[in-house]
C-alpha cells in the first residue's frame, strides 16, 4: 500500500513569487492536513481538508491556502513568498480522524527554500 | 487552548539502558495522544497513541507509552535504546472535536551511544 506522497521533495522560490504544493494521500483516506516545520517554530497546524471542504485552519496568514479535489488529492499554495516561509511543508492523511481512527500518516514532506 | 510541553531537547542514553522521553499536555476535554519519530529529511513515522483503554500503550519498534491524567504526561519509554532508535521524537495532542488538529511539542532528540 502506497504511502502519503508530497510533490517536489525540494523546492527553491523568490521572494514576491508564488508556489504550490502537492499531496497525494494513502489510498481511501479522505482527511488531509499540512503542517509547517520550521527550526524556530517547530511543528505549526496550517489546515485540514475533508471530502473537498476545509474542515479546520491554523493560524497562518491568507496568503496561505490550499483547497481538495474528488479524488482526496491536495494542494497547498503560498503567494507573494517571504524569507520566513522556508521551512518543510508536511502534507499527513488518515482516514477520517474519529475515535480508533484517529491516526495520520506523514508524507516525507517538501522543503522549501525562498531566496 | 491545548498545548504539549516536551522539557527535555535532548536525551542521551547508552545502548542497551531504558530511556525515557518526557511530554506534559494541555487539552480541554479528553485527550487524544500520540507519538511520533522523525529521522535526518524524512517526515513524521508513527509510533503509538492513547484514545482511550489501557493507559499503558505499545506501539511500533519495542516503545510504549504510559498515559497519566492526575500528572497530564504522556511519556515515552523503551527497555532497551538501540543506536538506531536515535532520531527526533515528537508528542501530539489533538481532542474530540479537532480530530487531525494536532498541537507539537517541539521535539526532544535522542541520542543512544553505542
Known amino acids: 500500500k502506497a504511502g502519503v506522497t508530497q510533490t517536489p521533495r525540494y523546492l527553491i522560490k523568490t521572494r514576491g513569487q508564488q508556489v504550490t504544493l502537492s499531496c497525494s494521500p494513502i489510498?481511501?483516506?479522505?482527511?488531509v492536513s499540512w503542517y509547517q516545520q520550521t527550526p524556530g517554530q517547530g511543528l505549526q497546524f496550517l489546515f485540514e481538508?475533508?471530502?473537498?471542504?476545509?474542515?479546520n485552519k491554523g493560524n497562518f496568514p491568507g496568503r496561505f491556502s490550499g483547497r481538495q479535489f474528488s479524488n482526496s488529492r491536495s494542494e497547498m499554495n503560498v503567494s507573494t513568498l517571504e524569507l520566513g516561509d522556508s521551512a518543510l511543508y508536511l502534507c499527513?492523511?488518515?482516514?477520517?480522524?474519529?475515535?480508533?481512527?484517529?491516526?495520520?500518516?506523514f508524507g516525507q514532506g517538501t522543503r522549501l527554500t525562498v531566496v | 487552548a491545548q498545548s504539549v510541553a516536551q522539557p527535555e531537547d535532548q536525551v542521551n542514553v547508552a545502548e542497551g539502558n531504558p530511556l525515557t522521553v518526557k511530554c506534559t499536555y494541555s487539552v480541554s476535554g479528553n485527550p487524544y495522544l500520540f507519538w511520533y519519530v522523525q529521522y535526518p529529511n524524512r517526515g513524521l513515522q508513527f509510533l503509538l497513541k492513547?484514545?482511550?483503554?489501557?493507559?499503558l500503550v505499545k506501539g511500533s519498534y519495542g516503545f510504549e507509552a504510559e498515559f497519566n491524567k492526575s500528572q497530564t504526561s504522556f511519556h515515552l519509554k523503551k527497555p532497551s535504546a538501540l543506536v538506531s532508535d536515535s532520531a527526533l521524537y515528537f508528542c501530539?495532542?489533538?481532542?474530540?472535536?479537532?480530530?487531525?488538529?494536532?498541537?507539537f511539542g517541539s521535539g526532544t532528540k535522542l541520542n543512544v551511544k553505542p
Open positions: 489510498s481511501g483516506h479522505r482527511s
Open positions: 499527513a492523511s488518515s482516514l477520517s480522524g474519529q475515535g480508533k481512527n484517529t491516526e495520520a500518516f
Open positions: 501530539a495532542v489533538s481532542s474530540l472535536y479537532n480530530f487531525n488538529k494536532f498541537y
Open positions: 492513547y484514545i482511550t483503554g489501557d493507559n
Open positions: 481538508y475533508f471530502s473537498e471542504t476545509q474542515r
